[in-house]
């Protein structure tokens, strides 16, 4: 949940929820069907749907309710509580008639995030959570590739464990892989760096991985879907290339041309790609204003309240007040901050997961902190 605008009097307030917090509401039905009599089921499903659309639809009496989307999707129709999405061009397919805010957390990258002229001692780094879906196995297999055919690269591979890392989803075989691939002379040279699992990505600083990015010649990344991609924003305004396939779906490629990026068409040729990523890094890389102007934080929060503003005309609303919370909105509409205005969140135990609203007992703190702090029911 992002609340980006408080409610008064004369205008109502403004809260974005992530897809994830949708699907709790709309889609997923929480309860183990193993649990629930077969003739028990669906009823039940239906009448939680039913209770969370009652409460929603009160919710929208006093706040425009939007819909972060930071996953590849295909939208076909929301509920008369959403009113609008906020998405990336490439992120998601929207076709339910609602307003369209063309921004998500990817457009708002942090202003830590910039090239900062550091001499480069990576050639390339892979930055990516560790799920089989980032290809991890594939990239360790061109970097073999490369090492194999004479050529010693230096590479960081930068993991955000998950607390827990069941084998269908997760690339459980990854540390063995690394070790049974390369030798003790070639991880001189090719370094795994892997967070412990109850820090997972919050166990990297915003400026730790500017610095790394600012080290590195080139990113890469492997993946064959992505959401927004926020990472490759990251490495663009930090002025390096990108290597990644090209179909890669989702918003990844949204920035990307044959000026700052090379791809590739097939995983049997990305070494290829990496290596003429690597030697040609300082013509596709380095400073873009005009990319500046479309994904960082320094120029793009105005561009927000100016959709925002567009959006509450086109509702017939009026908006009055100012837009809270623009601070870190990278993280801030993904869910992924913990800090100022995040009132619902709090506790140790929150140090280290997201802050989504995904059961029931959250939902029930989070109304009755948004009642306390924004004067809303």
Request: glycine share 6%; proline share 3%; charged share 30%.
């Amino acid at each position: 949940m992002h609340i980006a605008k408080k409610k008064s009097k004369r205008s109502k307030g403004i809260i974005v929820i992530t897809h994830k917090e949708y699907d709790f509401l709309e889609r997923s039905f929480t309860f183990r069907k193993k649990n629930i009599p077969k003739v028990l089921f669906f009823p039940l499903f239906m009448l939680r749907r039913m209770v969370f659309k009652l409460v929603m639809d009160r919710l929208a009496k006093d706040f425009i309710v939007g819909i972060h989307w930071g996953a590849h999707s295909k939208v076909l129709n929301t509920p008369s509580w959403v009113r609008f999405h906020m998405s990336a061009p490439g992120t998601a397919d929207i076709n339910d008639g609602k307003f369209i805010i063309p921004m998500n957390s990817a457009n708002f990258i942090s202003r830590e995030m910039r090239n900062k002229s550091y001499p480069k001692i990576w050639d390339i780094a892979m930055i990516a959570k560790n799920i089989k879906v980032k290809k991890i196995d594939l990239f360790m297999t061109s970097i073999r590739e490369i090492y194999d055919a004479g050529l010693r690269l230096k590479v960081i591979l930068i993991v955000a464990s998950n607390k827990f890392e069941p084998k269908n989803k997760f690339y459980s075989k990854l540390i063995s892989d690394y070790h049974e691939m390369f030798s003790d002379d070639e991880r001189e040279d090719f370094v795994l760096i892997k967070t412990h699992p109850y820090t997972g990505f919050k166990g990297l600083s915003t400026k730790f991985l500017s610095d790394v990015l600012n080290l590195t010649k080139v990113f890469a990344l492997f993946s064959q879907s992505e959401g927004e991609s926020r990472v490759i924003k990251e490495a663009q305004m930090c002025g390096l290339p990108i290597v990644c396939k090209s179909d890669l779906a989702g918003g990844g490629r949204d920035y990307l041309d044959d000026t700052n990026s090379v791809m590739f068409d097939s995983y049997l040729n990305a070494k290829d790609a990496l290596i003429d990523a690597v030697e040609n890094y300082e013509s596709l890389g380095g400073k873009n204003e005009l990319l500046e102007s479309q994904i960082s934080e320094r120029e793009t929060v105005e561009e927000l309240e100016s959709q925002l503003i567009i959006l509450f005309k086109a509702l017939n609303e009026n908006f009055t007040g100012e837009i809270i919370n623009t601070d870190h909105m990278d993280r801030r509409l993904p869910s992924h901050y913990v800090g100022e205005g995040v009132f619902w969140a709090k506790g140790g135990k929150y140090r280290y997961k997201t802050t989504d609203v995904s059961d029931v007992v959250s939902f029930i703190r989070f109304l009755r902190k948004l009642r306390e702090n924004c004067v809303a029911l």
